[in-house]
């Protein structure tokens, strides 16, 4: 927890030249019509004609690493296209059946990109990728659930390798696991990927957990597990509602300069009016903020805990310490 966060910004040039090649084809390519217009949307976000959603900020950070030398492996059931197709990162002609990867066309001298829809096994999948990340530490290793409550097939290779292979056998992973999380109305067995499991088993900075609730946290979020010389798991509580929710939005300026944020203050500027603070996580925040803004509250300020394992008393300590003596905090 005492590591420093690492500067995760990139030159924004550099940033908008990504963007426009995930928005290109080849000329003899063609793909499905919904497909033409989400590479046209991420064309205009290139452009900075439009905000930047959790797609595009995924697909920088992948970008970014990819043209520094970092090899990226992902694989998930679904993890092609995204579960809620959000991703696209494998496109298929409607004409031939041929296959584009725009992440494997960035520069000659990029580094790998695999992306594989695996089966569902998630404790051998899991378990592999595990290994894999071992062996290549240096990479970045993403496994992904199709819905974050999968992870509880993969629960014995948490238990006996992620969460304490570090104090064991003194083998370090810097392995990601992405865990789509949110109660969207798909009922119960699709909507919680277990974050109070995951608590049972942090101790010692073992490894992270965090709920990133804007495309730019993500993607400095990304960059810093690689970036950071400093290996440990990381599991990563990614939305559902989010990706596509207008408010959930960055800016080419929010992905070029600074990092990942463990707590993000409250963005209204009510410092000296707020009678409450409300510490929060996720998707909540923009529930939260709806429902302020339709009641003209400006005595409420509201805080995300992005980071939520290892949380540096200190840092919460920052956050709250612009508020008055005695305001009280409310989770």
Request: proline share 7%; charged share 25%.
């Given at each position: 927890?005492?590591?420093?966060d690492?500067?995760?910004?990139?030159?924004?040039?550099?940033?908008?030249?990504?963007?426009?090649?995930?928005?290109?084809?080849?000329?003899?390519?063609?793909?499905?019509?919904?497909?033409?217009?989400?590479?046209?949307?991420?064309?205009?976000?290139?452009?900075e004609?439009?905000?930047?959603?959790w797609?595009?900020?995924?697909?920088?950070?992948?970008?970014?690493l990819?043209?520094?030398?970092?090899?990226?492996?992902i694989?998930?059931?679904?993890?092609?296209?995204?579960?809620f197709?959000?991703?696209?990162?494998?496109?298929?002609?409607?004409?031939?059946?041929?296959?584009?990867v725009?992440?494997?066309h960035?520069?000659?001298?990029?580094?790998?990109?695999?992306?594989?829809?695996?089966?569902?096994?998630?404790?051998?999948?899991l378990?592999?990728?595990?290994?894999?990340?071992i062996a290549?530490?240096d990479?970045?290793?993403?496994w992904e659930?199709?819905?974050?409550d999968?992870v509880n097939?993969?629960?014995?290779?948490?238990?006996?390798?992620?969460?304490s292979?570090?104090?064991?056998?003194r083998?370090?992973?810097?392995?990601?696991?992405?865990?789509?999380?949110?109660y969207?109305?798909?009922?119960?067995?699709?909507s919680?990927a277990?974050?109070?499991?995951?608590f049972?088993?942090?101790?010692e900075?073992n490894?992270?957990?965090?709920?990133?609730?804007?495309?730019?946290?993500?993607?400095h979020?990304?960059?810093?597990?690689?970036?950071?010389?400093?290996?440990?798991p990381?599991?990563?509580?990614?939305?559902?509602?989010?990706?596509?929710?207008?408010a959930?939005?960055?800016?080419?300026?929010?992905l070029?300069?600074?990092?990942?944020?463990?707590i993000?203050?409250?963005?209204?500027g009510?410092?000296?009016?707020a009678?409450r603070?409300?510490?929060?996580?996720?998707?909540i925040?923009?529930?939260?903020?709806?429902?302020?803004?339709k009641?003209?509250?400006?005595?409420?300020a509201i805080?995300?805990?992005?980071?939520?394992?290892?949380?540096?008393?200190?840092?919460?300590?920052?956050?709250?310490?612009?508020?008055?003596?005695?305001?009280?905090?409310?989770?």
């Open positions: 927890r005492d590591v420093p690492a500067d995760t910004g990139v030159d924004k040039d550099i940033l908008k030249s990504l963007l426009e090649s995930q928005s290109k084809v080849p000329a003899e390519f063609r793909p499905h019509p919904k497909i033409e217009r989400i590479l046209e949307q991420r064309a205009a976000m290139a452009r004609e439009a905000p930047l959603d797609a595009a900020a995924e697909g920088l950070a992948f970008a970014t990819l043209l520094e030398g970092t090899r990226i492996r694989s998930g059931q679904d993890s092609e296209r995204g579960t197709s959000h991703r696209h990162s494998v496109l298929h002609s409607i004409t031939d059946g041929d296959v584009y725009p992440l494997r960035l520069s000659p001298k990029q580094a790998d990109f695999e992306v594989y829809n695996s089966p569902l096994s998630e404790a051998g999948v378990g592999f990728e595990y290994g894999y990340s290549y530490p990479g970045l290793t993403i659930a199709q819905f974050g999968f097939v993969a629960q014995p290779i948490i238990d006996q390798f992620i969460s292979a570090e104090d064991k056998w083998s370090l992973s810097g392995l990601v696991m992405l865990l789509p999380h949110g969207e109305g798909m009922g119960p067995e699709h919680s277990r974050i109070e499991r995951l049972s088993l942090t101790a900075d490894m992270q957990v965090a709920y990133p609730s804007t495309p730019a946290q993500l993607f979020l990304l960059r810093r597990q690689v970036v950071r010389p400093w290996r440990k990381l599991f990563v509580l990614t939305p559902k509602s989010l990706l596509r929710h207008p959930c939005v960055s800016t080419m300026d929010d070029a300069v600074g990092r990942f944020q463990r993000l203050p409250d963005t209204k009510i410092v000296g009016k009678e603070v409300l510490l929060c996580t996720g998707k925040y923009y529930e939260l903020n709806e429902e302020r803004e009641l003209k509250r400006d005595d409420v805080v995300r805990v992005e980071q939520l394992y290892p949380l540096q008393p200190e840092d919460l300590g920052a956050a709250l310490g612009h508020y008055a003596d005695n305001t009280p905090g409310v989770w």
